[in-house]
């Protein structure tokens, strides 16, 4: 069974509106880390946003928000108002227990039309 | 944020020739770095965990002897494809393992993309 679900492979968004990107997974172990990844054609991966499994609140890094659902198991990201420099590729990833390898999801192509 | 650095950013190289690719942690130690493959428009897959002073772990399915990892010093892994041939041709992205106090956090190179000819 897949660990992380990204169910979007494209999404659209009018620039300076917000979006939200999906993202699930699957962990038995209590002790987690959810990460965001931005990464432009340019190859490098850029790390967005971090959520642990602990946390009381969501993450917040700017414009970029985590919508933590434990419950559901659920991570989305939301990015508001869109740049047309956001347009990239969106990678969900979690780490299980405290140190040690994450693992990724599918990814989702954001594009902002002007 | 943690920076890390790769070199080369890219490589061509004959088919049946070695190449080596250098990540670095410029401004912290890792003792843990880790080494990913990406094709196009598609996830990363991770090779290889890098252990500074051990031997690498593979992932199922990674030839060791064909991608050799070396973690020689608290700031420098290598990663070289022995004898590449063209189905060799990828992304190669690295990261470092940051400690922090919810856990690890992982920070990536800008990647090294392999083209064999």
């Known amino acids: 069974a897949q660990k992380i679900t990204q169910t979007q492979p494209g999404m659209f968004v009018q620039e300076k509106e917000a979006v939200t990107l999906d993202c699930t997974y699957d962990?038995?172990?209590?002790?987690?880390?959810l990460f965001w990844y931005k990464q432009p054609s340019s190859g490098e991966m850029i790390f967005l946003i971090y959520?642990?499994?602990?946390?009381?609140q969501n993450a917040t890094e700017g414009r970029y928000s985590l919508n933590f659902q434990k419950a559901r198991k659920s991570a989305n990201l939301v990015i508001s108002a869109s740049q047309l420099g956001d347009s990239a590729m969106y990678f969900c990833?979690?780490?299980?227990?405290?140190?040690?390898?994450?693992?990724f999801g599918d990814g989702t192509t954001l594009t902002v039309k002007p | 944020g943690a920076v890390v650095s790769q070199h080369p950013s890219r490589v061509i190289c004959k088919s049946g020739t070695s190449v080596k690719i250098e990540c670095r942690s410029l401004?912290?130690?890792?003792?843990?770095m880790f080494w990913y493959r990406q094709f196009p428009k598609q996830s990363l897959m991770l090779m290889a965990t890098?252990?500074?002073?051990?031997?690498?772990?593979?992932e199922q399915g990674v030839e060791k002897d064909k991608f050799l990892i070396n973690h020689a010093s608290l700031t420098l892994s290598t990663l070289t494809v022995t004898s590449a041939h063209p189905e060799d041709s990828s992304f190669y992205i690295c990261?470092?393992?940051?400690?922090?106090?919810?856990?690890?956090?992982?920070?990536f190179g800008p990647g090294t993309r392999l083209t064999v000819l």
């Open positions: 990261s470092a393992r940051v400690a922090g106090m919810g856990g690890d956090t992982q920070y």
């Open positions: 962990t038995s172990d209590p002790s987690y880390g």
């Open positions: 959520q642990g499994s602990y946390d009381q």
């Open positions: 990833a979690m780490r299980e227990g405290w140190a040690g390898k994450s693992t």
């Open positions: 401004d912290f130690q890792a003792t843990t």
């Open positions: 890098s252990n500074e002073g051990s031997k690498a772990t593979y």
